[in-house]
């Protein structure tokens, strides 16, 4: 079966914009790049960061950060190599996790995941949650 040149182009034109848009959707996970100013921008969401993290760990558990940090790190670390080597996370606390997208720049590695979660039930007993007194 012959490809006319018509619909060679329109695939051509299709694959160029799929590219421009996964480009797009990847602009903003890269740190160069500038937002731009002609287009209104989000409310800037809250960020965590590792301190903070480490004392929410550290208060659910009763230990101090210190203690808590070396746990932290390995698991980060382990997570983040799972999802480049484009694992499927099975996480009961945090859901399931799979990677959709990927991408390694020379700098980077570029992962796009898609997180499900159950909601959470009432009758979930944490071990770690505060007693109601």
């Given at each position: 079966?012959?490809?006319?040149?018509?619909s060679?182009s329109?695939?051509?034109?299709?694959?160029?914009?799929?590219?421009?848009?996964?480009k797009?959707?990847v602009a903003p996970l890269s740190?160069?790049?500038?937002?731009?100013?002609?287009?209104?921008t989000?409310?800037?969401?809250?960020?965590?960061?590792?301190?903070?993290m480490?004392?929410?760990v550290?208060?659910?558990?009763?230990?101090?950060?210190?203690?808590v940090?070396?746990?932290?790190e390995a698991?980060?670390?382990?997570?983040?190599a799972?999802?480049?080597r484009?694992?499927?996370?099975r996480i009961?606390?945090?859901?399931?996790?799979?990677v959709?997208?990927?991408?390694t720049l020379?700098?980077a590695?570029?992962?796009i995941?898609?997180?499900?979660?159950?909601k959470?039930?009432?009758?979930?007993?944490?071990p770690?949650?505060?007693?109601d007194d």
């Open positions: 079966m012959a490809v006319s040149p018509k060679k329109k695939t051509m034109r299709s694959s160029a914009s799929a590219d421009k848009a996964v797009e959707a740190k160069s790049s500038k937002p731009d100013e002609s287009k209104p989000a409310p800037s969401e809250p960020v965590v960061k590792t301190k903070e480490l004392a929410r550290a208060a659910r558990t009763e230990l101090r950060p210190i203690q940090r070396d746990v932290y698991v980060l670390e382990e997570l983040g799972a999802l480049v484009g694992e499927k996370l009961p606390p945090l859901g399931t996790v799979k959709n997208r990927q991408k020379p700098d590695d570029v992962v995941c898609k997180i499900r979660r159950n959470m039930s009432a009758k979930v007993d944490d770690l949650a505060p007693v």
